[in-house]
């Protein structure tokens, strides 16, 4: 089990470029990072994944180091909208025989 | 069309009843988890099922049991509720690394 750590929470101007940093230290070889979004009320809902370097899709950034000890999601010129707990969450991909828990997650809070 | 569905959205019982969730999913995925997010937010996976065979069986007490009609549904079977057992409670259809939850069944217990 890879335990997270993240920035409880964030604050941010709208347009600015927001990055959440997760710490990883004990990654396994086969993990995946993955990050969510939950919005109040709601399930969590897939941003993005990544093993390694760079990944980039319509919504975010994420950058992960060689070493994989920690991840970086990035999340460019936020809106209101992009308010919501952000969940990092480490592990293989399918199903499997582990303990799948997500963090306390970092709540960001967008600021007109 | 609703990928993954709950119902009910909100549950309040008392103490000592045995109550049912439901959860549906139309994505065609093998696989779907339980999870319990408390009131500490921490969101924590209780059960798995893949191909209607449970895979995953955490410490959760067996007052709790999963049940798979099909590959498309995943219920959640709750006896003799206790006030801890209060918290959100979502299902996932997964395939690889992503997960698609649906909306959560708050459930209260007093």
């Known amino acids: 089990l890879a335990k997270t750590t993240q920035p409880i929470s964030m604050d941010s101007y709208e347009g600015q470029e927001v990055n959440i940093t997760c710490s990883h230290n004990?990654?396994?070889?086969?993990?995946?990072i993955t990050w969510y979004q939950q919005f109040p009320s709601q399930g969590p809902r897939f941003i993005i994944q990544?093993?390694?370097t760079k990944v980039t899709n319509e919504v975010a950034s994420l950058f992960i180091p060689a070493d994989r000890k920690s991840s970086t999601l990035s999340l460019p010129r936020v809106s209101l909208s992009d308010t919501a707990v952000y969940y990092c969450?480490?592990?293989?991909?399918?199903?499997?025989?582990?303990?799948?828990?997500f963090g306390k997650g970092t709540k960001l809070s967008v600021i007109p | 069309d609703t990928a993954v569905s709950q119902t009910p959205k909100y549950l309040v019982t008392q103490m000592g009843n045995d109550k049912s969730i439901k959860c549906e999913q139309n994505?065609?995925?093998?696989?779907m988890y339980w999870y319990k997010q408390d009131s500490k937010k921490f969101l924590k996976i209780m059960f798995s099922?893949?191909?209607?065979?449970?895979?995953i069986n955490e410490t959760v007490p067996n007052r709790f049991s999963p049940k798979s009609p099909d590959k498309a549904h995943l219920n959640l079977h709750i006896n003799s509720l206790e006030l801890g057992d209060s918290a959100v409670y979502f299902c996932?259809?997964?395939?690889?690394?992503?997960?698609?939850f649906g909306p959560g069944t708050r459930l209260t217990v007093t």
């Open positions: 099922y893949n191909n209607k065979e449970l895979i």
């Open positions: 996932a259809s997964v395939r690889g690394y992503e997960q698609y």
């Open positions: 004990n990654i396994a070889t086969n993990d995946y």
């Open positions: 994505l065609g995925h093998d696989t």
């Open positions: 990544g093993y390694k």
């Open positions: 969450l480490v592990a293989p991909p399918g199903a499997g025989s582990y303990q799948l828990t």
